[in-house]
């Protein structure tokens, strides 16, 4: 089996997806293979630090920010401990608004206490179970702890139906004239288990397409028609 980031073969997917979804299998058809290369193992509390900080926030903006908080780590990366300790002065200097201020002392302190497991016992959790811990802290809700199940456990079948990215790219593929309803991706999504995480690469990828398309050139013969028009 070729292993993957999912944890999954990644040829068995595209071919199960494509059979269960016609107009899902045209976006797999054009993109091809999704990511193969398994992610480094991260503690779950350098994972949902950096979620916190990149809430709300452009890529680049969100990245300096995340530069300045790791920057407070005496050993390039701060540890639970660390966060506590450090004044809101400090906080606020690298960046933080008092919001992600309570929430990344919330983090440090649930992860100090054991409501935020360890990467050894997380991977043995169910999502319900991951869901339940990780949502008692400040800061951390439902997408978030979808994200991290897909992006740093590796779990093939979550579907985050409130993703804006996610219901736009649905949109796109699917024709539909409206953004269609969470309600409705997640009936939809029913035909893609037990690799829903998988067909959500798909939607994104889908609607990056549409903004990367580039414009329709205009026929010769119609731009002299324009020039000529314009003449007059």
């Known amino acids: 089996m070729a292993k993957t980031h999912f944890a999954v073969d990644a040829a068995h997917v595209m ?36 979620a916190i900080v990149y809430q709300q926030l452009a890529g680049k903006a969100a990245a300096t920010i995340f530069g300045r908080v790791k920057a407070l780590g005496a050993s390039g990366f701060p540890t639970p401990e660390e966060i506590l300790s450090l004044d809101k002065t400090r906080l606020r200097g690298a960046g933080l608004s008092r ?25 043995r959790m169910s999502e319900e179970e991951i869901h339940e811990r990780l949502t008692q802290v400040h800061g951390i ?24 990215g996610i219901q736009k790219g649905f949109q796109r593929v699917y024709g539909h004239r409206n953004v269609p309803k969470p309600k409705f991706i997640l009936e939809h999504g029913e035909r893609w288990r037990p690799y ?15 903004r990367a398309k580039p414009k329709r050139k205009m026929p010769k013969r119609q731009m002299k028609i324009k020039k000529i028009s314009a003449g007059r």
């Open 15 to 50: 071919r199960d997806l494509s059979r269960a979804d016609r107009k899902l299998a045209r976006v797999i058809g054009r993109v091809g293979c999704f990511p193969t290369k398994k992610l480094k193992s991260q503690p779950p509390f350098a994972s949902l630090l950096q």
């Open 99 to 123: 919001q992600k201020i309570a929430a990344v002392r919330d983090l440090a302190a649930k992860t100090l206490d054991g409501t935020v497991p360890t990467l050894a016992k997380i991977r």
């Open 141 to 164: 809700g439902e997408w978030s702890v979808q994200m991290f199940l897909m992006f740093r456990l590796g779990r093939p079948d979550v579907l985050p139906v409130y993703d804006y």
């Open 196 to 210: 829903r995480s998988i067909a959500c690469w798909y939607l994104w990828r889908a609607l990056e397409e549409k």
